[in-house]
């Protein structure tokens, strides 16, 4: 058949498709990741008070090689920050992309689904555009809200196996910590985190973070959808109190293992313990535990994250075996630092800086393995980060409080350039305000005092520098910027 042209629909549509590929082509040059008709798959890796206590931080007691070995593959942030230091505002603020302060009347809506309502989470966003979308375990602060399920072809909850269950309870071999919280955990389970740890002679998929592996796996090789991309969250619980973790995690280490914070000399006598008052709290310098209890307890976080290590470790083999490894991007969150007897104190919810700052880990298929960012980045980044990636459009109503970190990720790659970044951080924790900057930790504490820090001269923050009259046009201008953020609202 013969075909008959008007060349001047010919040439207009020869420059259509010109200016389309150009198009694509400058999409592709601003985002190589991300193409209209490949869209990347997506695996979130969530833990559970996982402070940066990894060897991939620079911490050499723990026993992390998945970690590690991701790390040599990823992009790290070395500053990386949660806007309130929390599980429940900490995954709000990562799912929202708002701030979240919980302060004074906010206190009302301290209620995870009042939280994740305040405006469409991410996950909603990728299966509204096309992603196949799965989670099991920890990525909400406890089960998928209800008004967030549509986010989800499967919204998993945790394994089946409660901590503290009779059947559990029979298979622990040593246990130890404060008795009080030890017999909370016989009698309810967990309790209210309690402050213990127990080794159990029993296989990973007994407890649930073996189970949440293996249900990630199972959505990896079987249950997703093959013909879309995939987003993909495995939570895991670990090392989140109380420290239980088989048997095998523990003997990886000494007895003597665990390694009790430094402080100076006069520092426990002096430290205000009422102005960090709360029901664990009350008990004293380290929740009233001695020296050789803490360092078995802090073994027992060890332990523990040793054994979710572990289970990221088959997630990610999972992939590897399925061909998809290297195409998949994968980020790996923890909710919130920890202070495993820093300032006297075990866990989170302070304004302290290692309580604020987080690991994460981003890895692209073009990103350079081993790098290390510098610059201030925080929770609230990882919803446009997420949509960057994948090269979807921030939809129309929803309002980000963060930044993508696409041009830290690419910084150090071909693609990359300079990068203009404000190395700011805002926080808040139990009725405080701050910031943190590249050298110094301000807080606005809830009875109206300041705390000022040099991060790089005093990293513990012993030295408080507040009420030194040559830091007064810096607390100045700390207390501008505070005042210019946004809580609470999209």
Known sequence: MKYLFNSKATLALLTLLVCLGA???DQARENPLATPKDKPNILFIAFDDLRPLIGAYGEPDPITPNLDAFANEAVRFD????TYPLCNPSRASMLTGVRFDLQGDNWKDNKHPKLIAKQDTWPGVFK????WTATKGKLYHGKVPKGDKSSWDIAGGGGKTKDGEAKVLKRIVEIGGRADQIQIYKDKGAGPGSLMYASIDAPDNFLKDGQVAESVIDYIKNKRDKTKPFMIVSGFSKPHMPWVAPKKYFDMYPEDAGTIADFPKGAKEAFDMAKYKSKTRDHGWNEGVDDKTAKKLIRGYMASTTYADAQMGKVI???KDEGLYDNTIIIVWGDHGYHLTDHGLWRK???????????????????KGGTVISELVQNIDIYPTLLDLAGI????????????????LHKNTKHGEEVEWENIAHTSAKGSHGVVTDKYRFTVMADGSRELYDLEQDPGEWNNLANESKYKKLIQGLESKMSQVVWNKP
């Not at 921030?394 to 696409?406: A, F, W």
């Open 393 to 408: 459009d921030i939809p129309k109503g929803i309002k980000l409080h963060g930044k993508s970190l696409v041009p830290l």
């Open 79 to 82: 500053r990386s920050y949660v």
């Open 128 to 131: 509204d555009n096309g992603y």
């Open 317 to 319: 083999q999972a992939l």
């Open 349 to 367: 919810n302070t304004p302290f800086h290692i309580s604020l700052r987080s690991p994460l880990m981003i890895k692209t298929p073009n990103s």
């Open 23 to 25: 198009n694509a082509e």
